[in-house]
T-cell receptor
Framework: SAVISQKPSRDICQRGTSLTIQCQVDSQVTMMFWYRQQPGQSLTLIATANQGSEATYESGFVIDKFPISRPNLTFSTLTVSNMSPEDSSIYLC?????????????FGPGTRLTVL | AQKVTQAQTEISVVEKEDVTLDCVYETRDTTYYLFWYKQPPSGELVFLIRRNSFDEQNEISGRYSWNFQKSTSSFNFTITASQVVDSAVYFCALSEADNYGQNFVFGPGTRLSVLP
């Protein structure tokens, strides 16, 4: 299995600021994803973080608002830019493929973001 | 557009009962993936299964089983002899296969409460 950590685990931010969330996997993985879960809601995929190329964003999400980096096979960051209260959510990182079974997907513990 | 419906918002069962969680999907793609995830009260997300649209065989894993019926666009999840630890929100999801991870849609979730 893979262990995924996220930093920070939670944060409270002011409107208009940006926050970068880090996701670290304890083994090399093929694919990494970023999701958002608004309070009491289902999940939404934000983007696929591609190693060595630009992230692939889902409809409704853009790079200017959610820039993503993936400098290597174990690490990715998601930045939430120019935040507004509507960005208050739990942000989750996941990974699959690589050193563990391709058929499994693992999730980080999430980053709980509150925007005032 | 892709869509996933989980008509059961909440289900309550008594321990040891069998329970089936329904998932109905809509897609124009001929190849796609279907998923089930579990989110216990602690909040972490747990991947349960991914199924390719070409593989209609039912899957059994311990007390869990999945029934994929392309004819009715359903991918139902059954827990046999439910336990209190099965209490969680369960999400069904759908993704394109040709561009894996893209057009990824989650259902609204079904909250399962297993009472002792």
């Amino acid at each position: 299995s893979a262990v995924i950590s996220q930093k920070p685990s939670r944060d409270i931010c002011q409107r208009g600021t940006s926050l970068t969330i880090q996701c670290q996997v304890d083994s090399q993985v093929t694919m990494m994803f970023w999701y958002r879960q608004q309070p009491g809601q289902s999940l939404t995929l934000i983007a696929t973080a591609n190693q060595g190329s630009e992230a692939t964003y889902e409809s409704g999400f853009v790079i200017d608002k959610f820039p993503i980096s993936r400098p290597n096979l174990t690490f990715s960051t998601l930045t939430v830019s120019n935040m507004s209260p509507e960005d208050s959510s739990i942000y989750l990182c996941s990974a699959e493929g690589g050193d563990f079974s391709y058929n499994e997907q693992f999730f980080g513990p999430g980053t709980r973001l509150t925007v005032l | 557009a892709q869509k996933v419906t989980q008509a059961q918002t909440e289900i309550s069962v008594v321990e040891k009962e069998d329970v089936t969680l329904d998932c109905v999907y809509e897609t124009r793609d001929t190849t796609y993936y279907l998923f089930w995830y579990k989110q216990p009260p602690s909040g972490e997300l747990v991947f349960l299964i991914r199924r390719n649209s070409f593989d209609e065989q039912n899957e059994i894993s311990g007390r869990y089983s999945w029934n994929f019926q392309k004819s009715t666009s359903s991918f139902n999840f059954t827990i046999t002899a439910s336990q209190v630890v099965d209490s969680a929100v369960y999400f069904c999801a759908l993704s394109e296969a040709d561009n894996y991870g893209q057009n990824f849609v989650f259902g609204p979730g079904t909250r399962l409460s297993v009472l002792p």
